[in-house]
């Protein structure tokens, strides 16, 4: 069964920065892309960051910047590190793990960025 667990959400001031982490487990997922979605009250849910098997990385056109995803393909994770955040970026953070054919979902966690 696969497990995506999601850590490093939390309240952060603007200008402040957060780290999160999802490790994966269940199958291998060496050969899966990972990334990170966030969804706001409101809005339709929409990528932040992935991250190819080979390390090419992606970011939403918002990110200017500020934001850097990495894995670790021995540990099945992935991390977002996230800087100069602002109140837009309040929302919750999904991961997604991504094989094609088959795709996964976390549970989501909470970053909240107050003025």
């Known amino acids: 069964q696969v497990q995506l667990e999601e850590s490093g959400g939390g309240s952060v001031q603007s200008g402040g920065s957060l780290s999160l982490s999802c490790a994966a487990s269940?199958?291998?997922?060496?050969?899966?892309?990972m990334g990170w979605y966030r969804q706001a009250p409101g809005k339709e849910r929409e990528m932040v960051a992935s991250?190819?098997?080979?390390?090419?990385?992606d970011y939403g056109d918002f990110v200017k910047g500020r934001f850097t995803i990495s894995r670790d393909n021995a540990k099945n994770t992935v991390f977002l590190r996230m800087d100069s955040l602002e109140s837009e970026d309040s929302a919750i953070y999904y991961c997604?793990?991504?094989?094609?054919?088959?795709?996964?979902w976390g549970r989501g966690t909470q970053v909240t960025v107050s003025s």
């Open positions: 997604k793990v991504d094989g094609g054919l088959n795709w996964y």
């Open positions: 269940g199958t291998d997922f060496t050969y899966y892309a």
């Open positions: 991250i190819t098997s080979s390390g090419k990385t």
